[in-house]
């Protein structure tokens, strides 16, 4: 069974920094797509990034364009969003999720997810 688990989540001013790192426990993690979303209290579940298998391409939401970036370690089974300029309204909590089928944006394209890590950035 495939497990993914976040972990680099916190608490952070804005203009701060974060890395978040997502492990997968998965025999060929060279296979999966891999995508970062995330979930601020009352809203929908958002896309915020994902890369291709190969690392070859990256994809962001726009609201974070140029200052996240998505990059993965298939050595380690990896995968990581390095956050920099954070703002109050990154606060969320961030899931990493897994595709074998294609990159998207969509939610619906990723299984499975982890569990989370909660971001939050103070003005």
């Known amino acids: 069974q495939v497990q993914l688990v976040e972990s680099g989540g916190g608490l952070v001013q804005a203009g701060g920094s974060l890395r978040l790192s997502c492990a997968i426990s998965?025999?060929?993690?060279?296979?999966?797509?891999m995508g970062w979303f995330r979930q601020a209290p009352g809203k929908e579940r958002e896309f915020v990034a994902a890369i291709n298998w190969p690392g070859s391409s990256t994809y962001y939401a726009d609201s974070v364009k140029g200052r996240f970036t998505i990059s993965r370690d298939n050595a380690k089974n990896t995968v990581y969003l390095q956050m920099n300029s954070l703002k109050p309204e990154d606060t969320a909590v961030y899931y990493c999720?897994?595709?074998?089928?294609?990159?998207?944006?969509?939610?619906?394209?990723?299984?499975?997810w982890g569990q989370g890590t909660q971001v939050n950035v103070s003005s």
């Open positions: 999720a897994a595709s074998t089928l294609f990159v998207s944006t969509a939610p619906a394209a990723y299984n499975p």
């Open positions: 998965a025999r060929t993690f060279s296979n999966y797509n």
